[in-house]
């Protein structure tokens, strides 16, 4: 069974940063992709990128690129979500989620789900 530990949410002010940490456990990760998603009140989860946990390649979507940078720790693994320039709009509660084989931005190919670490921006 997989579990999945997210961390580093909170309140920050519009254009500051967060790190959010994503801790997984349970087996053998090598041909996974985690990805990052998030869901603001009244509005569907939506994706935010992903990272290849063997080669590191990495794919955002257009709202966060260049803002937004996912890293992995093998050793630790750990996914990381680093967020620079924040927005109020990026308010939401975010969730880190694993995938396996192909790599997709699409919320129902991701099997196991983080319980969610909320991130405010404030105006």
């Known amino acids: 069974q997989v579990q999945l530990v997210e961390s580093g949410g909170g309140l920050v002010q519009a254009g500051g940063s967060l790190r959010l940490s994503c801790t997984a456990s349970g087996r053998t990760f090598s041909s996974y992709v985690m990805g990052w998603f998030r869901q603001a009140p009244g509005k569907d989860r939506e994706f935010v990128g992903y990272?290849?946990?063997?080669?590191?390649?990495?794919f955002y979507a257009d709202s966060v690129k260049g803002r937004f940078t996912i890293s992995r720790d093998n050793a630790k693994d750990t996914v990381y979500l680093q967020m620079n320039s924040l927005k109020p709009e990026d308010t939401a509660v975010y969730y880190c989620?694993?995938?396996?084989?192909?790599?997709?931005?699409?919320?129902?190919?991701?099997?196991?789900w983080g319980q969610g670490t909320q991130v405010t921006v404030s105006s």
């Open positions: 989620a694993t995938a396996r084989g192909l790599a997709t931005p699409n919320v129902g190919d991701y099997s196991y």
């Open positions: 990272i290849t946990w063997s080669s590191g390649r990495t």
